[in-house]
Antibody, heavy 122, light 110 residues
Framework: EVQLVESGGGLVQAGRSLRVSCTAS????????MSWLRQAPGKGLEWVGF??????????EYAASVEGRFTISRDDSKSIAYLQLNSLKTEDTAVYYC?????????????WGRGTLVTVSS | QSALTQPPSASGSPGQSVTISCTGT?????????VSWYQQHPGKAPKLMIY???KRPSGVPDRFSGSKSGNTASLTVSGLQAEDEADYYC??????????FGGGTKLTVL
């Protein structure tokens, strides 16, 4: 059974950093691109970024709203995807989800974790 | 990228059909067949309901169907059931390995 479990969320001050993790199980993690998405309280979903599989160079892409502040990485030996959040702003407060991309060059997410809440205080 | 445009709410009675629209541009919805739809119940993670405009993942009832015309995609839920009451989000590939979502539609089963 495919499972994605996010962790590492919490309360952090604006301007500081935080790293959240997505631990995967039930599939060969290294074969899949992974994505991070977020949802601010009471708001809609927002795509944050992708990391492709190592076969495709483990390249990353980011939404304009987080480009230069957030970094996605992966450790295939541990089946974990990371999201490093730097220079946090209050508007980054959200539940952060990881999602699995089903195949290369596909742009939807067929499995999601339950999310981890990041709260940025002023 | 700008968010896709969805109506904030939709409703229907049990057994009826309801259609939710998702309007973008030729740079996203109209330019690619990569529209997907997600269902989200309160406090839960989103669930993929439709991908690549019309395709249903295994386990999703055939009451859910997707379509696209020009820059507007649509999700139709036929034979509405109480458990279909949820928020629905569309998303689309927007070029350069990026994805854009709609603002979401709250579906109420009357």
């Amino acid at each position: 059974e495919v499972q994605l479990v996010e962790s590492g969320g919490g309360l952090v001050q604006a301007g500081r950093s935080l790293r959240v993790s997505c631990t995967a199980s039930g599939f060969n993690f290294g074969d899949y691109a992974m994505s991070w998405l977020r949802q601010a309280p009471g708001k809609g979903l927002e795509w944050v970024g992708f990391i492709k599989s190592r076969t495709y160079g483990a390249t990353t892409e980011y939404a304009a709203s987080v480009e230069g502040r957030f970094t996605i990485s992966r450790d295939d030996s541990k089946s974990i995807a990371y999201l490093q959040l730097n220079s946090l702003k209050t508007e980054d407060t959200a539940v952060y989800y990881c999602g699995r991309v089903p195949r290369p060059n596909k742009y939807y997410f067929n499995y999601w974790g339950r999310g981890t809440l990041v709260t940025v205080s002023s | 990228q700008s968010a896709l445009t969805q109506p904030p709410s939709a409703s229907g009675s049990p057994g009826q059909s309801v259609t939710i629209s998702c309007t973008g541009t030729s740079s996203d919805v109209g330019g690619y067949n990569y529209v997907s739809w997600y269902q989200q119940h309160p406090g839960k993670a989103p669930k993929l309901m439709i991908y690549e405009v019309t395709k249903r993942p295994s386990g999703v009832p055939d009451r859910f169907s997707g379509s696209k015309s020009g820059n507007t995609a649509s999700l139709t839920v036929s034979g509405l059931q109480a458990e279909d009451e949820a928020d629905y989000y569309c998303s689309s590939y927007a070029g350069s390995d990026s994805v854009v979502f709609g603002g979401g539609t709250k579906l109420t089963v009357l």
